[in-house]
């Protein structure tokens, strides 16, 4: 398992482990992390799965597609390392990665 670290807006940190392959969405909502809404299930067609990866752990990943850069304008407050959660696939490489949580999707 991936031990991964969400840090809400208020600071809040929330641990949880994920398998590699499940997205940072759904390790996200299965850990109880509510600022990701995930309105569309992971679809990468609502923007509410925003996060926002500090830059080492955003040059681990790779470079997001054309419909997530599309989706990723429509998010409140972008970042360039901003990414969908649900576009995000949890690798071994990840163990340890922290992702900050914007404080609305909405």
Known sequence: ???LTFVQADGTEIGTEAAP???LMQAAVNAGVEAIAAECG???AC???HCVLPQKWFDRTP???DDEVDMLEFVIEPQST???SC???VTEEMHGMVINVPDSQV
Request: net charge positive; proline share 5%.
């Open 1 to 3: 398992m991936i031990k």
């Open 87 to 89: 576009q995000v696939v």
């Open 42 to 44: 992971g679809a990468c």
């Open 47 to 49: 923007g509410t799965c």
């Open 21 to 23: 392959g499940l997205s």
């Open 82 to 84: 901003s990414r969908l």
């Open 63 to 65: 470079a997001p597609q």
